[in-house]
């Protein structure tokens, strides 16, 4: 950990700053972690050892709860299975993801001590837990995991007070961090890093975290001066300033004062209407009236998709989106959700030219408000290129990918799956790029003929923004 110091931040405690010298794309450190669970809803489907995501797992034959790849993730994971087994036999049900999360860092704190590595900067001990600042509604499922902890804990294995078993579900409530499956598009479980609780937020960040290979990495956006301070985004920065302080006071804790939350950058443009045309302007109500009636059909909409009813969310995406296109702003945060979703159904549903339309005004309203560097934009762009190809539009396609491939490179690095994988999108879209401009009949014929001959998958089924990859830190529902 040579690369980072802890330090006192002005305002904000503890936090690490670099002691050298960072470019756009440079790993600052990688991390394992402590311990990590699947989340609680995809435990059959989901390895819980590497955190893949499959449909044919072995179950492990004891405890029934443990999924695995094979035999070769099996037994990879047994050591912080075994004692877990035994517990879950005995307790007779499987106990949430907090309480399993809890339990793994303990049998773990019992075998190894406080100090687990020597990259390690901080001990458990020394982390914050803020029960004393927890409201009373999630005081109250804090003392029940409590109580099922302590009929979940095997007997046999050391027993801990009240105090340090609280001490651990406040850490996890507040430091927990999302894993995501083996290509880095859904989150699946959660997981503490303790190197990284250190690292403190800011809106508009200079690094970013993600997981590569089982270890979280600590990458920069752009270059960062020997001596400044290293911060990452807890909160989306599509959310209203309001909102974001507001999920940062509920789940961390603390009143967010970077400069983008006390002068309110870019809200204007989250709930503006659209520029002037011919000297024609909406006015503020018809803005407001325009955001009221989206907000309401955002939630109509996320009942429909909840209830898989995929030709009634388009129904009602496209109707709002009549409606509100000609008076709001294409940042609007309301009728870039609208389109983000109406573009990922559209996918599912193999309406591949809809779904190039929307995905296009998505990417194109999401880069007037993230930074150049961001995740988020990275991933929106690839879907964008994707859909383009798919609808026959090389040419958009081949730019949306190589895009998508910039960003991705500095936030997940060469070595990730999913650079992986947009490298070899990129490769192809060239190569039918330059087959594209020298004859586009022929282009299309051996196009049309291709997809025949090996039909296109169906996309996986379209979820909510908040299932995916925004949201990096886990958020207790």
């Not at 950990?1 to 010298?21: C, H, Q, W, Y």
């Not at 190197?195 to 990458?219: D, F, Q, S, Y």
């Not at 443009?269 to 011919?278: H, Q, R, Y």
């Not at 007037?368 to 798919?390: D, F, I």
Request: proline share 3%; aromatic share 8%; hydrophobic share 35%.
């Amino acid at each position: 950990m040579e690369n980072v110091a802890i330090f006192d931040s002005p305002g904000k405690g503890r936090g690490l700053k670099a002691t050298k010298e960072f470019w756009a794309g440079d790993v600052i450190f990688a991390e394992p972690s402590v311990a990590a669970v699947v989340f609680d809803s995809l435990l059959e489907r989901v390895c819980h050892s590497c955190f893949r995501q499959q449909d044919k797992l072995q179950r492990c034959g004891q405890c029934k709860v443990a999924h695995y790849c094979d035999r070769t993730c099996q037994r990879a994971g047994w050591a912080e299975h075994k004692q877990e087994c035994g517990a879950i036999k005995a307790y007779g049900k499987t106990p949430n993801e907090n309480i399993r999360l809890a339990a793994r860092i303990l049998w773990r704190l019992d075998k190894e001590g406080s100090i687990m590595s020597d990259m390690q900067l901080i001990t458990l001990d020394e982390l914050e837990d803020h029960i004393p600042d927890m409201q009373e509604d999630d005081l109250k499922d804090l003392k029940v995991d409590i109580h099922n902890f302590l009929d979940y804990w095997p007997r046999t294995s050391k027993q801990h007070n009240i105090d340090d078993i609280s001490h651990i579900f406040g850490v996890i409530n507040c430091n927990g961090f999302t894993v995501s499956d083996q290509r880095g598009l859904q989150a699946v479980g959660v997981g503490l890093f303790l190197n990284l609780c250190l690292v403190n937020h800011n809106c508009w960040p200079n690094c970013t975290v993600i997981l590569n290979h089982g270890k979280i990495e600590l990458r920069s956006l752009g270059k960062i001066e020997e001596g400044e301070e290293l911060t990452v985004s807890y909160v989306d920065f599509l959310n209203l300033s309001e909102e974001r302080q507001r999920q940062l006071k509920t789940q961390y804790f603390f009143d967010c004062t970077c400069e983008h939350c006390k002068n309110h950058i870019k809200d204007d443009l989250k709930l503006g209407g659209v520029a002037e045309v011919d000297g024609v302007k909406p006015t503020e109500e018809q803005v407001k009236e325009a955001t009221e009636y989206c907000f309401q059909m955002l939630e109509k909409m996320e009942s429909a998709r909840l209830k898989g009813d995929y030709h009634e969310v388009v129904k009602i995406c496209k109707e709002c989106i009549e409606k509100t296109e000609p008076v709001l702003a294409d940042t609007h945060i309301y009728q870039l959700r609208m389109w983000s979703t109406l573009s990922e159904v559209q996918a599912y549903l193999q309406f591949f030219t809809d779904a190039a339309d929307y995905s296009r005004k998505m990417v194109e309203g999401y880069m007037k408000l993230y930074p150049p560097n961001n995740a988020a934009l990275g991933m929106a762009s690839m879907r964008a290129g994707v859909s383009h190809w798919q609808a026959g539009e090389i040419e958009v396609g081949h730019a949306m990918v190589c895009r998508a491939y910039a960003i991705l490179m500095v936030t997940h690095g060469p070595t990730h799956p999913i650079t992986k994988d947009l490298e070899a999108m990129r490769v192809q879209t060239e190569m039918e790029l330059r087959m594209f401009k020298q004859n586009e009949y022929v282009y299309h014929s051996m196009r049309e003929a291709a997809l025949k001959n090996k039909p296109m998958a169906m996309m996986h089924e379209p979820r909510s923004v908040d299932e995916g990859i925004k949201n990096l830190f886990h958020r207790k529902k």
